[in-house]
């Protein structure tokens, strides 16, 4: 028999092992991805135009693509999901209606990326008939991100303290101006970085964009909202999958990684930090 | 009165826009009824569902999922086996053993790894992940079922950590304090009771895990080895239900057989998914309700 | 002016002098009745005040009277509260017309995270008092109004001298007692009937309880004041009713120097002397 001491020495010792294998998953594709991907990168790969079958050149239009794509889904998906916070904090009582509307959201969020883009494809660039283009992407990534925004807003909601809603109302305020001027002025910050996680992932999805706003190629940066684009997730995937020359390829790649990287976590530790402080702070 | 009504009207005008999350998924479900269940025509269900064979473009095409079914359980199932003891561990050792400087340190980075496109694992699998596999197995590809497992089990673990995290460190500490009364160390107490109490948030995770890697599409279509075949092994490439959409639905007509058939592939893959979160929904209830 | 001094049976505030007449109220969270069968007439420029062990309906009583109670899930109300005569429970009421008649102040002080400027100006501004921007030619004119507003109510809650330089600070930045008297500032600006203070200095010490006290009895002159507070000295030193509330119902009600000196009721004597609650 072990003593009972050292089974929990060992315990505890499995538990740390396996964080530890956790941790080092993630920094060995950050490791991988940031050491191969720095030697491509410098202003002209930035800010160039692709050349010689996306071999060379630089990965220009990849990023204004993500950019377009990501402000289309922000504009989209920013109001619808603030207004649905707005219902379900402040105005829904306990009940069928907000229990089936919990659900919806719950599923929505759940459901495959790729079944998304099918949804995309179908509604916005055949049925709409907005084809591939930019604003059909967005708004696809747009409804992706539904659930996050929600989410994030219905949280910073709820920290508004209810005494802020109740001497609003006790002076004689209806529920809209004390939502408007009281309870939204206190939640914004909250909502806009809960909604800057939605941005983070709608600039790293690919699999809804990919039959509704993408393109491997194109000599032309795009024109406006109804042009095709090419996007960073896309273009990773399309220089490992596509193409003849793998050997010149993959330092592309790499490149395009690490630019996708950086953004998308880069997003993604700001809304951290701030929330962080955010939660820590707020002490009315 | 006109104020009252014009109050109503904006609760109204809300309550529409909270209601959009259903219309979507609802325009989802329609959506892919109607593209995808027009192949039932030419494909019996049981011919779809059991079919061996996925050939789209022959002539004439056999429109058999069953291997892509069991690519894409295969692949989630393998992806658990690695992701659930590393996930749930890690969620243990946040809670209750990790100082509170360390927690304030992984949480967020544990956070930062579901923040990692997918794509970017995909990558990752095919340039560094695939050669190693292939190395160490001695095999002739290191696009297989157990890469995809690999990279799809990396990626489920934020989602089993920080579900599980949550359910554990909601355990209350009466619970904890009444096994240290009784001479319990903390070993004894995290495996015998605050883990146990935890265990519905825990299943919870794991199979909203099961739904996300059902569901992922980038990294499996990059590491798995894209072969429609029945899988024998772990280390034979494999082509799962979300890949096969993506990678065809760019070389269909619209309005094809094979349109359809991907589509209704989506049908199949949407019940899936709907029927694990409506499970972990559930399982979140009975929970909260019994530790209330 | 009061004619007769009765049982709580009966009431005892003169006829012609009652603003707010509360009969038969009853109240419920969910199924737990909170208020069972109150009566009470309320003076108009008297300070009632509501006394009773804690948990024994005294906040809930006072928040019906403005209708705060609405924005509590579950909470029924049956009977009715007159205010001038008129049911604010009546079909036809609309409950922001209520609240601008009858305001009120908190337990715990809640300002705006505003200047204190727009904290005073926010009622006003809702209410239309300005518009915000100025909307015509007038606008410079209303701003000036405003102003005046702002300012008087600032001096009617003895806040005034403290704060006429740093308006525009945050309101945040002030004392907890100068915070309670900013929110009181701030529910006189829209010029109330009737004023609630809810155990307004629970948080604050003796020398802000002090402030808002003295100031309480100033207000009187120009409103008609019920107080909630579970310190017995204070509702002596400040009140001229006094209703002693247990478990929901109404036991006593009466002049404070009555229920003070002979109070009818054994618990009301009990709970006075401190032998409970």
Redesign the interface.
């Known amino acids: 028999m072990i003593s ?2 050292l ?2 020495y060992i ?2 010792g ?3 092992l ?2 530890l ?3 080092l ?2 920094f ?2 950050l490791y ?2 940031a050491v191969n991907g720095i030697k491509v990168i410098n202003w002209q790969f930035l800010t160039q135009m692709p050349h010689s079958g996306m071999t060379a050149g630089g990965i220009l239009p990849a990023i204004l693509g993500t950019f377009y794509l990501v402000v289309c889904a922000i504009c989209f998906a920013l109001p ?1 999901g603030v ?6 904090t ?5 009940g069928k209606l907000i229990r ?2 919990r ?6 969020a ?10 995309g ?3 916005f660039v ?1 049925f709409f008939g907005f084809g591939i283009s930019i604003l059909s992407g967005g708004l696809t990534l747009g ?1 992706l991100i ?2 996050t925004i ?1 989410r994030a807003s219905e949280e910073a909601l709820l920290v508004v ?1 209810q ?15 004390t939502i408007r ?2 309870v939204l002025p ?1 939640a914004i910050s909250g909502m806009l970085t809960g909604s800057i ?1 939605g941005i ?2 709608a ?5 809804p964009i ?2 509704t706003a993408v393109t491997f190629y194109t000599m032309r940066l795009p024109r406006s909202i109804f042009s095709e684009v090419q996007a960073l ?2 273009h ?2 399309a220089l ?2 596509e193409g003849t020359h793998p050997e010149t390829q ?1 330092p592309v ?2 490149g395009t ?1 690490l630019v ?2 950086f953004l ?2 880069g997003i ?2 700001i809304a ?1 930090v701030i929330r ?1 402080r955010f939660r820590r702070r707020k002490k ?1 | 009165m006109k ?1 009252a009504q ?2 109503n009207l ?2 109204r ?3 529409l ?6 219309v ?2 609802l ?2 479900v329609i ?2 009824f ?2 995808g269940l027009p192949i039932f025509r030419t494909t019996s269900l049981g011919n779809f569902l059991f079919g061996k064979f996925w050939y789209p473009t022959y002539e004439p095409p056999d429109f058999g999922i069953l291997p892509l079914l069991l690519g894409s359980l295969w692949v989630a199932v393998g992806a658990l086996i690695i992701a659930v ?3 749930v ?2 969620a ?3 809670s ?3 100082q509170s400087k360390i927690k304030e340190f ?1 949480k ?6 579901a ?10 699998g ?3 992940v695939a050669p190693l596999v292939q190395e160490v197995f001695k095999l002739p590809v290191g696009l297989n079922a157990f890469t995809a497992s690999v990279l799809l089990g ?1 990626m489920a ?1 934020p989602t089993i ?1 920080s579900i599980s995290e949550d359910a554990i460190s909601s355990v209350p500490n009466s619970f904890k304090e009444a096994s240290f009364a009784l001479g319990a ?4 107490t ?2 015998k009771v605050t883990v146990p109490a935890a265990a519905g948030g825990i299943s919870t995770a794991i199979i ?1 895990g099961m ?2 890697a ?5 990294t499996v ?2 590491v798995a080895g894209g072969a429609a075949v029945i899988p024998h092994s772990f280390f034979q490439p494999v082509r799962t239900m ?1 890949a096969t ?2 990678a065809e ?2 070389e269909t007509v ?1 309005g094809s057989t094979h349109f359809q058939a ?2 209704a592939i ?1 049908i199949i ?2 019940i899936m ?2 029927t ?3 499970i972990a ?1 559930l399982l979140t209830q009975k929970f909260r309700r019994r530790l209330r | 002016m009061v004619d007769k001094v009765t049982s709580h049976q009966s009431p005892v505030t003169s006829k012609k002098d009652v603003r707010i007449s509360i009969r038969n109220l009853n109240i419920w969270y969910a199924n737990t009745q909170v208020i069972k069968n109150v009566r009470l007439d309320i003076e108009k420029n008297r300070v009632t005040a509501i006394i009773g062990p804690s948990g024994c309906g005294k906040s809930t009583l006072i928040r019906t009277i ?1 209708r ?1 109670n609405d ?1 509590i ?1 579950d909470a029924k109300v049956k009977g009715e509260i007159l205010l001038d005569g008129k049911n604010i429970y009546g079909d036809d009421i609309d409950v ?2 209520v ?2 008649r009858v ?2 102040v ?1 337990q ?1 002080s ?4 505003k200047s204190i400027f727009e904290n005073v100006a ?2 006003l501004k ?2 239309g008092f300005i518009s915000a921007g100025g909307r015509s030619a007038s606008g410079g004119k209303k701003k000036g109004q405003l102003m005046e507003r702002v300012e008087q109510s600032l001096k009617d809650a003895a806040l005034w001298k403290e704060v006429k330089d740093r308006l525009g600070d945050s309101a945040f930045d002030l004392s907890g007692g100068q915070q309670q008297r900013l ?1 009181i500032a ?2 006189l600006a ?1 010029e109330p009937e009737v004023v609630l203070f809810d155990e307004p200095c629970s948080a604050l010490d003796p020398t802000a309880t002090a402030k808002i006290e003295e100031l309480i009895q100033k207000l009187k002159k120009k409103y008609t004041i019920i107080i909630v507070t579970h310190n017995m000295q204070q509702a002596a030193r400040i009140s001229d009713f006094c209703a002693f509330l247990m478990l929901g119902e109404l036991i006593e009600f009466d002049k404070t120097d009555k229920i003070f000196t002979a109070p009818s009721e054994k618990v009301t004597e009990d709970y006075i002397t401190g032998r409970f609650g």
Do not use: H
């Open positions: 009972r001491k089974k929990e315990g505890f499995i538990l740390r396996a964080t294998i956790i941790l998953a993630l060995a594709i991988f991805v619808l207004a649905a916070a707005i219902y379900l402040e105005y829904a009582k306990q089936i509307i659900i919806g959201i719950n599923n929505l759940g459901v495959p990326s790729v079944v998304f883009g099918l949804f494809l179908a509604v055949k409804i539904l659930p929600i303290p005494s802020f809603r109740e001497a609003s109302l006790a002076l004689g305020a209806t529920k809209w101006q001027k009281v206190n996680l983070g992932r600039a790293g999805e690919t699999a990919l039959f997730p896309y990773i995937y490992m999958t993959i790649a790499y990684a996708l990287v998308v976590l993604d530790s951290i962080n009315w | 104020r014009k109050e904006i609760k005008l809300f309550c826009f909270s209601l959009l999350s259903i979507f998924l325009g989802i959506v892919l109607k593209e003891p590393l996930g561990a890690g243990i050792y946040i209750e053993v990790a992984i967020p980075v544990i956070e930062l790894l923040g990692i496109p997918s794509v970017v694992y995909g990558f990752f095919m340039v560094i990396i673990i950590t160390n903390r070993w004894e995290t495996v909203l739904g996300r059902i569901g992922e599409t980038m279509l990059m979300t959409i993506a639905m760019g619209v991907l589509f989506a893959l949407f998914t709907l694990f979160n409506i929904d | 403005n705060m924005i899930p922001v017309e609240r601008k305001g009120m908190f715990k809640n300002p705006f995270p926010y009622g809702i209410n929110c701030r529910a829209i």
